[in-house]
């Protein structure tokens, strides 16, 4: 039977509880990454791999510091991420959890181990960078100040703080591009929250309503509706550009500020400044969509049942194989403040509305649109007629000023003759709007 913990301490009675205490230690141990493969252009790319071991990394053990110079294949090995579907993988100078595990080479029958290694150490407790530098790392460029030998010192010449900043590689020799910022903040967590954070100011929150006290708050739990522990979700890509230079001091979500965001509601009221509600000069506070449907649709800064908000610069919706269908229980409504384009490039546009009215300009349009085709066949009789009587007009002798008009009226090309050939050529109807 396989035994662990305490029960494999005691497995052998030749062995004493520190011995066994100790190798329990050397299955696991910290090391500190030397470079990772994260693309082709990677040093150890070929080494790990190739595509197959890309997020390994060349490791050393951090209780086995040695001079930079002497680092080699002794000293320093590999290791492949333990979790294939999870990635998050470490930065050069950082630190990680290695292990043994399975090799691909007949573990079974071999006893042959590979390196894994497990996720970063959160040292500085930070989501941007945890790097632990080498005690042996040089700075190469230090300043003249520091440069003073014993006997310049014993002249009175100290040594002073130098002025230039350490650099410490955070890319090493895997081709990567990661560079250190001092303004990425951390997302503030609430009791129960779960955060998921990237190094670049990207996160989701699986969170709730938190009306807890503090120095920080949070904008989605101050509504009278909503109670602690009703879930909220918060997928946040970048931060405002209004934000302080302090990358320590956490922050809470701020849909009208952050770049890109999607919310995920329950009962929480979110004060987001829409678009089209925005005032102009000289005009008082504008109700949204109000002289457009009715009944006019509850304002989304009180809203407070579930709904999902998406916020940013710019939306795109795109398939490439099928439809896009909006479908609701109540109104639909589009409107914004420049022009709004609805086009079909090769059939129709369809506007439908099954026991309303289509209102065009403005919300309780009352004037009826003509019907065209109907129109345009009375009309064309009217004019037939009208020839005729003219042509009859014409002819009488004993109204000489009615038979001079009647007669300009009837010619070929005259007023009603032009008006007949472009009624019956189809010109006064639309080729492209039809109505019923």
């Known amino acids: 039977m396989l035994k662990t913990g305490l029960s494999y301490l005691n497995n052998s009675a030749t062995a004493t509880i520190a011995d066994r205490l100790q190798m329990q230690y050397d299955e696991f141990f910290v ?7 994260l693309n082709s252009n990677s040093e150890i790319f070929s080494i790990t791999g190739g595509w197959s071991g890309i997020g390994s990394i060349k490791f050393q053990q951090l209780e086995k510091s040695i001079s930079p110079n002497s680092k080699n294949q002794q000293v320093s090995t590999y290791a492949t991420p333990c979790n294939g579907q999870f990635k998050s993988f470490p930065l050069v100078n950082e630190l990680v959890l290695i292990f043994k595990g399975p090799s691909t080479n007949k573990t079974q029958t071999t006893n042959t181990k590979t390196f894994y290694y497990l996720n970063t150490f ?22 003249p100040s520091m440069d003073k030998s014993n ?8 040594k002073k703080p130098s002025n230039t900043i350490t650099q410490l590689s955070l890319n090493g020799n895997s081709g990567g591009t990661f560079e250190e910022k001092g303004n990425i903040h951390p997302i503030l967590p609430f009791a129960g929250d779960n955060i998921l954070e990237g190094r670049f100011g990207n996160s989701i929150r699986l969170g709730n309503t938190s009306k807890a006290g503090g120095t920080i708050t949070n904008n989605w739990s101050r509504g009278s509706n909503t109670e602690n522990g009703d879930p909220i979700t918060i997928i946040k890509n970048g931060q405002p550009t209004s934000g302080s230079s302090e990358g ?22 979110i004060p987001f400044d829409i678009a089209v509600a925005t005032t102009r000069e000289g005009e008082g506070s504008t109700i949204p969509y109000s002289n457009i449907i009715s009944p006019v649709p509850k304002s989304p800064k009180l809203y407070n049942d579930p709904q999902i908000i998406l916020n940013s610069g710019r939306l ?7 439809n896009i269908l909006f479908s609701s229980q109540k109104s639909i409504v589009l409107t914004s403040i420049e022009d709004l384009g609805i086009q079909s490039q090769t059939k129709n546009v369809n506007i439908i509305s099954d026991k309303g009215v289509v209102s065009l300009g403005k919300q309780n349009a009352s004037e009826s649109v003509i019907l065209g085709d109907t129109f345009i066949n009375d009309f064309t009789a009217l004019i037939d007629n009208l020839k005729t009587l003219c042509s009859a007009l014409g002819k009488e002798g004993s109204l000489p000023i009615a038979s001079s008009l009647a007669n300009i009226l009837s010619q070929s090309g005259g007023v009603l003759d032009n008006i007949s050939n472009r009624a019956q050529a189809g010109d006064y109807k639309s080729k492209k709007v039809k109505t019923t």
């Not at 890109?260 to 009221?269: A, D, E, G, R, V």
């Open 31 to 37: 090391a500190r990454v030397i470079d990772i493969s």
């Open 122 to 143: 959160s040292l500085w407790n930070n989501q941007h960078a945890n790097p632990f530098p080498d005690v042996f790392f040089n700075n190469t460029s230090q300043s």
């Open 151 to 158: 006997a310049d010192i014993q002249a009175g010449s100290v």
């Open 248 to 269: 320590y001091l956490p922050i809470t979500e701020d849909i009208n500020n952050d770049p890109t965001s999607i919310y995920l509601t329950s009962t929480q009221n």
């Open 316 to 322: 795109l919706f795109n398939t490439h194989t099928d």
